[in-house]
């Protein structure tokens, strides 16, 4: 079993705070020898944005784009 894993079987038998705070530390260790990673909250927040923004075109995109209109090019028109 590797270090990681013991540590997270210790983990899991703590009570919810005591497990925050191991984490907590865990990261301060991981900050201080420079080998620290995103959390999981830092994930949790990108993916969030992420999923806020997908799919989340402005007002002004064009909403009559067919299926038809796809994988064929067309000339622009001017912008004059």
């Known amino acids: ?5 013991i540590i997270y079987a210790h983990s899991r038998r703590l009570p919810e705070q005591a497990a925050r705070e191991a984490l ?12 620290r990673t995103p959390t999981e909250a830092e994930q ?6 992420l999923a806020a923004i997908a799919g989340g075109l402005s007002d002004d995109f064009p909403d009559d784009i067919a299926d038809a209109d796809l994988r064929k090019d067309v000339p622009r028109q001017d912008l004059d």
Request: hydrophobic share 40%.
């Open 44 to 49: 949790d927040d990108t993916e969030a944005f």
């Open 24 to 35: 907590s530390y865990i990261e301060f260790l991981e900050q201080r020898s420079g080998a």
């Open 1 to 5: 079993m590797s270090i990681a894993e």
